[in-house]
């Protein structure tokens, strides 16, 4: 299970990012490129805890779902994502690009930031479920957009 604690991951995401096009058309979902950009962005902020996301009193806060859904089931397509993740609008996009680039960094270069933090559907999560779920979401999305 590839997560965004690697190295490896880290690189392959990375130059996947790079492939990017603002005009790059949606193979599902409602979100263009550049809107995307900033809900992975802004969830990878969530997960460092720069952004505030409202918490959600889901069943995707039981242990066995949460596990399943972090480590076993793809994500689907089109699921909801919270408000605050979809709220901001895109600016220019090399600007866009580098502040993914540059949270990535910041979340990557210290995974223990992450420990214990809540997320807004799972509840608690470990370092570990925190680097698997934010290899999954980056890679869904960026399939969603053909890289």
Known sequence: MKTSWEKDA???LLARAEKLRPDAPALWGKLNCPRMLTHVTDGLRMAMGS????TKNSPLRFAPIRYLIIYVFPFPKGAP???ELIARVPGEWEREIAEFKQSFAQLTANSQQTEGKEHPAFGKLS???WGVLGYKHLDHH???FGV
Not at 51 to 54: A, D, G, M, Q
């Open 81 to 83: 994502a919270a408000p």
């Open 51 to 54: 952004l505030k996301v409202t």
């Open 142 to 144: 960026f399939k969603q």
């Open 10 to 12: 880290q690189d392959e």
């Open 127 to 129: 370092v570990k479920d």
